[in-house]
């Protein structure tokens, strides 16, 4: 992909630490002890594939999912893909016009 005309963007997404990636395996209780070991062991060499040189371009620290979500947003409408917030702009502003009535009443229903 990453030589075809598509020109996509590469991100990973890191747990803070380890720890902390734990502790969220550990908290979902969907695995077994066995799985556990061997999804942090996969990590670890995850993480050190992701914050390699040139493999991704941006390395997205998930220690609070909404700030991360927040900032992966910024980063695509202001950075990466910046038509994509004159779009969602634009559908804003139509959502808006469609919920005002010719007579500027709220849901297009005129006040007869």
Same mark, same amino acid.
């Given at each position: #992909?990453? &030589? @075809?005309k598509?020109?996509? =963007?590469?991100?990973?997404? $890191?747990?803070? /630490? #380890? /720890? $902390? ?5 550990r908290? =979902?209780?969907t695995e077994n002890?066995q799985d556990?070991?061997? =999804?942090?062991g996969? %990590? $670890?060499?995850?993480?050190e594939?992701?914050?390699?040189e040139g493999?991704? /371009? #941006? ?10 979500? $927040?900032?992966? &947003? ?11 917030k004159?779009?969602?702009? %634009? %559908? ?10 010719? /007579?500027? @009443? ?7």
């Amino acid at each position: #992909m990453k &030589t @075809s005309k598509l020109a996509p =963007r590469y991100l990973f997404i $890191a747990p803070p /630490d #380890m /720890d $902390a990636l734990e502790d969220r395996l550990r908290e =979902r209780g969907t695995e077994n002890e066995q799985d556990v070991q061997k =999804r942090l062991g996969n %990590a $670890a060499k995850e993480i050190e594939y992701g914050k390699g040189e040139g493999n991704f /371009d #941006m390395v997205l620290v998930n220690e609070v999912l909404e700030d991360s979500f $927040a900032q992966l &947003t910024k980063l695509a409408e202001n950075v990466w893909y910046p038509h994509l917030k004159e779009e969602r702009e %634009a %559908a804003e502003a139509e959502e808006r016009k469609e919920g005002e009535g010719e /007579d500027g @009443s709220e849901g297009g229903e005129s006040k007869e």
